[in-house]
């Protein structure tokens, strides 16, 4: 058996603390994050034996190439994670699985284990997100091994503060999730270990990290394809269905107007050209009233679907629901 040591220095940063009506519960998530890490890189690969995963102080080394590939870093507002990963290879059964390949000692310690530790890592971070939204996001960080940089840990902006604590949307709440409970619910699990969703739930959860992971005017319609891939069943009037089964399966909203509704007009708006579409890349600061309530709109209601995809998930999970199916009368499994 070949072994292996790889050590991932994630900086973590904590912009709630610029916000007066955020909680302050980002050591609380921060430290959830790290408990749950270890759990879910030993689940998610065979090749891994051990993860420790700590709140630490990197060396300047470490510092010096953060500021190296960040631009305009601040760093006083980030807390590092350091995870320790310890890997085992059986050296001729790994080329057998690669196709009688050709692989060598050192291309497994120094290329094959960094680059699976990297790809994990961006997956706990996305699962972070759905945990712990709006709670913190990432920077580039590093992966070492034998104090050599190996590789780049992923940057992700994730989900910005204002889609959960917002003055105007409170409709559904929106709270923080147990991220080792998260990785334990079987439609993500499934969905993380395959790549690709096979069920209403595991779309739903699909469509949630695309809208993580891309941000500006896109997550929209990540956010409403989630939605329909849970509440929508065939063709017939997708507006009703998932007015009528949010209410059911959310509650009701305080709003007297038709929330759904709004978000179906905005995307309609949107996809079909009549929606005054800044350009790309402009930089003008040129004042239009019109286009300003035009684009704030548009920002409330993807925070709105945002909040309703996050909350429609955690549900799911706080119930360990594998199914759900609607008939107005609401019918779920649960996991034996």
Not at 65 to 83: I, M, Q
Not at 221 to 238: I, K, N, P
Request: glycine share 6%.
């Amino acid at each position: 058996m070949i072994s292996s040591t790889c050590i991932a220095w994630i900086p973590v940063f904590n912009f709630m603390r610029l916000l007066k009506e955020a909680p302050n519960d980002f050591d609380i998530c921060l430290e959830g994050f790290a408990d749950a890490i270890g759990d879910l890189l030993l689940t998610s690969s065979s090749n891994i034996v051990n993860v420790k995963a700590e709140i630490s102080e990197p060396s300047k080394l470490v510092v010096y190439d953060f500021y190296r590939t960040n631009e305009n870093s601040g760093h006083p507002y980030v807390t590092w994670l350091k995870v320790t990963c310890s890997f085992e290879y059986d050296l001729e059964s790994y080329n057998l699985r690669c196709g009688n390949s050709k692989f060598t000692e050192a291309e497994l310690l120094y290329t094959f284990a960094p680059l699976e530790l990297k790809s994990l890592i961006l997956d706990a971070q996305i699962i972070s997100q759905i945990a712990y939204p709006g709670r913190f996001s990432f920077a580039k960080g590093s992966i070492w091994v034998l104090e050599e940089k190996r590789y780049p840990t992923d940057a992700l902006s994730g989900l910005t503060t204002d889609t959960i604590f917002s003055d105007e949307i409170t409709w559904p709440e929106v709270e923080v999730f147990p991220m080792r409970d998260l990785v334990s619910w079987k439609p993500l699990l499934n969905l993380f270990l395959k790549g690709i969703p096979e069920t209403p739930i595991e779309r739903s959860i699909s469509s949630l990290t695309h809208a993580i992971g891309s941000g500006g005017d896109e997550l929209i319609f990540f956010a409403m394809q989630g939605l329909e891939a849970f509440y929508c069943r065939g063709h017939g009037d997708l507006r009703k269905q998932l007015s009528d089964k949010t209410k059911l399966f959310l509650g009701p909203w305080e709003d007297k107007n038709n929330v759904v509704g709004r978000l179906y007009d905005m995307r309609s708006k949107f996809v079909h050209g009549s929606f005054n579409l800044e350009r790309w890349g402009n930089n003008l600061d040129i004042f239009n009233e019109k286009g300003f309530k035009e684009r704030y709109s548009f920002y409330k209601s993807q925070l709105l679907a945002v909040r309703m995809l996050i909350s429609t998930i955690h549900k799911c999970a706080k119930k360990d629901l594998t199914s759900v199916e609607f008939d107005y009368v609401m019918r779920t499994d649960a996991r034996d």
